[in-house]
């Protein structure tokens, strides 16, 4: 390896325009399997605000809501303010918070598939758990492994997708993540709706229906192949092109192999990747691997997901009526992430970020006026802009599902250079963990004190994230993962920050 030949990233060379191969349907049906990890995240957020709102459920874990809820509080916006209530939703990305930094350690030296299935294994665990829950204790003890079993999934998954597809449609294959996610919300959703009607038990069929997925995941993880860069990576090399040849459908992956080799050769000069993600030649990178999954939360889009009933209910829907519109949220969510899948490969990354944040930004605004001006702290919605405030949220949730939905995982995952790819893709999830745990824990205190307000605060954020991607984000359309790091040195801002000898000089 000659020191001309490398840089900073381990590759030199424009190559992509030698790639060989095609999209095969042994690498359609891995990533499938691959991606049912999301719909593990799905389910927990989907199941997570429908339990919350099922009498059975807050009589045996949390009574004091419950009796709040059936005298019916003056103020709307505090029905189910308890800081208890919020620890039961939040505990658990808490938990995938620190899970996600020793996923990372897994996913680099012994794997994506082994992190896969692990993650399916701490899901199952806490499914059970929940499922029989005696008491608050127990009930906390298995939303932690299902924390641990998300801060695996959201680690292996990403990556494993972006790593096994083509460059032409990484964009897509990579939001089958998004997808599937997407559909285990709706899934959840809809169980929510059936189960709410099993009182006071249908809660424990709902929680531990989890383990459905969680089987899925754990027997998919254990049929998939490992990416050909992971392979790689850990000196299975001749391993690794076999993988490639039969996930490209040719022997002619020369040049994709050689990109991936020489990535691999510098990665394992690399000892402490979290220490070198902090040079400034990644700074880039490290910026969107924390900006990208906090924006994405600041969107306000898991308020929604996490508590939509007791959103609703909150607004003075009846409590079938709040299950029935969170399912249909949960319908809109899924169908719009097939709008991302078929634009993102084509419109690129920044066209969709940039109109799904104006949209979603009048969404948020247009039902703050509403509830301001017609709901208050005290009564309900007439039926006219009960339907309109739902078919707003809606919008808002189409246009979450082609945008920050999906790319707030995809940008992250394929912009990293192999030697700090597991890394980066740490950084990634325990931001987004962080946030969602920081949002979880503080929207029904939020919603309490900020009433209406609380959409304004999101539509703010909305605002902020939408710029940010017009200065600072380089599309990635139809980019290599190993070539990525020539956007940062053209791009009008990132050129001043990247040391632009290190990628002539291997320094």
Not at 489 to 506: A, C, D, L, T, Y
Request: aromatic share 10%.
């Amino acid at each position: 390896m000659a020191g001309g030949s490398m840089g900073a990233v381990g590759v030199a060379k424009e190559r992509a325009k030698d790639y060989k191969g095609k999209v095969t349907s042994y690498v359609i049906i891995a990533c499938i399997v691959a991606a049912t990890g999301g719909s593990l995240f799905g389910y927990d957020i989907g199941i997570s605000g429908g339990v919350t709102s099922m009498d059975g459920f807050l009589n045996h874990f949390f009574h004091g809501v419950y009796v709040k809820k059936k005298h019916a509080l003056e103020n709307n916006y505090c029905k189910f303010n308890d800081q208890g209530l919020a620890a039961f939703t939040s505990s658990l990305y808490l938990a995938g918070l620190v899970a996600s930094l020793v996923a990372s350690n897994v996913t680099r030296n012994y794997g994506r598939k082994i992190t896969i299935i692990c993650g399916g294994l701490f899901f199952l665990v806490g499914a059970a758990l929940n499922a029989a829950a005696l008491n608050l204790a127990m009930l906390l003890l298995g939303r932690i492994m299902l924390g641990f079993g998300i801060g695996f999934g959201n680690q292996a998954v990403p990556l494993y997708l972006s790593e096994m597809a083509p460059t032409h449609i990484r964009g897509g294959v990579n939001m089958m993540f998004q997808l599937a996610t997407t559909l285990g919300i709706f899934t959840a959703n809809m169980i929510n709706y059936g189960t709410s009607k099993l009182e006071p038990w249908g809660w424990r069929l709902s929680l531990g229906l989890a383990a459905l997925p969680a089987t899925l995941m754990t027997i998919g993880g254990i049929l998939v192949p490992e990416t050909p860069s992971s392979l790689i990576e850990r000196g299975l090399t001749e391993r690794g092109r076999k993988v490639l040849e039969r996930i490209r459908g040719t022997e002619n992956v020369s040049a994709e192999y050689q990109d991936m080799v020489e990535a691999s050769e510098f990665a394992k000069s690399i000892k402490h990747p979290f220490r070198n993600i902090l040079q400034r030649r990644n700074r880039p990178q490290l910026i969107m691997a924390i900006f990208m999954p906090t924006f994405q939360i600041l969107t306000g889009i898991n308020s929604i997901l996490f508590y939509a009933p007791v959103l609703f209910q909150s607004m003075g829907f009846a409590a079938n009526a709040s299950l029935y519109s969170s399912a249909l949220t949960g319908a809109v969510l899924a169908s719009s992430t097939l709008i991302s899948i078929a634009a993102v490969d084509r419109l690129g990354r920044r066209a969709l970020l940039i109109s799904g944040g104006i949209t979603m930004i009048t969404c948020q605004v247009i039902v703050a006026i509403i509830l301001g001006i017609k709901l208050g702290t005290a009564g309900e919605l007439s039926k006219g802009y009960s339907i309109i405030v739902v078919i707003v949220i809606c919008l808002f949730v189409l246009a979450f599902g082609w945008s920050w939905g999906p790319l707030g995982w995809t940008v992250p995952s394929e912009i990293f250079p192999l030697e700090t790819r597991s890394a980066g893709q740490s950084i990634t999830v325990a931001v987004n963990l962080l946030f969602t745990f920081i949002i979880a824990q503080s929207f029904l205190y939020l919603l309490c004190h900020l009433k209406f307000g609380i959409f304004l605060f999101f539509a703010g954020w909305v605002t902020v994230m939408t710029i940010f991607v017009l200065l600072f984000l380089p599309e990635t359309k139809n980019v290599p993962i190993e070539e990525m790091i020539l956007l940062w040195q053209k791009h009008w801002f990132w050129k001043r920050i990247m040391p632009q000898e290190s990628v002539i000089n291997g320094s």
